[in-house]
């Protein structure tokens, strides 16, 4: 379980960097034990990648720590449904770059205090539609998506600008070159220079205000397209030494 703790301890560790995720859970602060628990069963439900639906893989970056048991720290995480690259080829990646699968149990987290449902449904419901118009390059309206989609990518707060977030994201843009894919997403915007550094270009803005509120939260629509002179390969190396993906629950 070290290694689910630590990428949870980092997905909670920056929310205060992410306005979507304090707009549908705005009493995290109230309820921090809800929030713990809830992102530990969202993170095991993404390792487990039991959804015939979709192909998801996270991957870590870590730096030696001769303090750490394991030796190693880890830094920084990113989930990415690889569907589009062909059934279930996350796991194959996993077997390629010596990772353990985890099975984690089924959690039910419809009991949080710390979210607002209504805002949940209503940013699910916004969110769902612009995926389907912006980022599907087909005319597909449900899952299985056709390109590569990057749900998160997340650095621990004291490791932010060393390198971690961009090393990851060149190993999904290195998959999405050979598969000749495109990769969406969601930027927030602390986010959004990373990602145009990397040449994802904007496509629109997601702006999520119920009714009557005041309240509101914008996330920038973003798409990278393969390139034709690029040759892959190079990120892909550098991850399998410095990277690994899943994680080890013993």
């Given at each position: ?6 990428i949870?301890?980092?997905a ?7 306005p ?5 859970y705005?009493y995290?602060?109230?309820?921090p ?22 192909d ?12 750490s ?12 449904d690889?569907m589009?690259?062909?059934?279930k080829k996350a ?6 770059l ?5 099975t ?12 607002d ?14 995926t ?19 749900i ?9 600008r060393?390198?971690?977030g961009?090393?990851?994201c ?21 986010g959004r ?22 309240e509101n ?22 991850v ?11």
């Amino acid at each position: 379980m070290a290694d689910v703790d630590a990428i949870v301890q980092i997905a909670v560790d920056v929310i205060p960097q992410e306005p979507q995720v304090l707009y549908q859970y705005p009493y995290t602060d109230k309820f921090p034990e809800d929030c713990y628990r809830c992102t530990t069963e969202e993170i095991k439900g993404f390792v487990e990648n039991a959804s015939p639906a979709s192909d998801i893989l996270v991957m870590v970056a870590e730096v030696d720590n001769e303090k750490s048991p394991s030796g190693k720290t880890i830094i920084a995480h990113t989930v990415w449904d690889l569907m589009a690259v062909g059934n279930k080829k996350a796991a194959a990646l996993r077997e390629e770059l010596g990772s353990v699968n985890d099975t984690a149990d089924k959690f039910d987290c419809s009991d949080r205090r710390d979210a607002d449902w209504n805002r949940i449904e209503y940013y699910s419901r916004i969110i769902s539609r612009i995926t389907w118009e912006y980022l599907e390059p087909t005319d597909r309206t449900t899952l299985p998506r056709t390109y590569i989609h990057l749900i998160r990518v997340a650095t621990s707060p004291q490791w932010q600008r060393h390198g971690a977030g961009t090393l990851l994201c060149n190993w999904g843009i290195d998959v999405a070159q050979k598969h000749n894919l495109q990769i969406g997403l969601f930027a927030t915007p602390s986010g959004r220079g990373l990602y145009t550094k990397l040449g994802f270009q904007k496509l629109t803005t997601a702006f999520v205000q119920m009714p009557e509120e005041k309240e509101n939260v914008s996330m920038t629509v973003m798409k990278w397209y393969p390139q034709p002179q690029k040759a892959p390969g190079q990120a892909l190396n550098a991850v399998k030494r410095l990277l690994f993906c899943g994680v080890d629950s013993t």
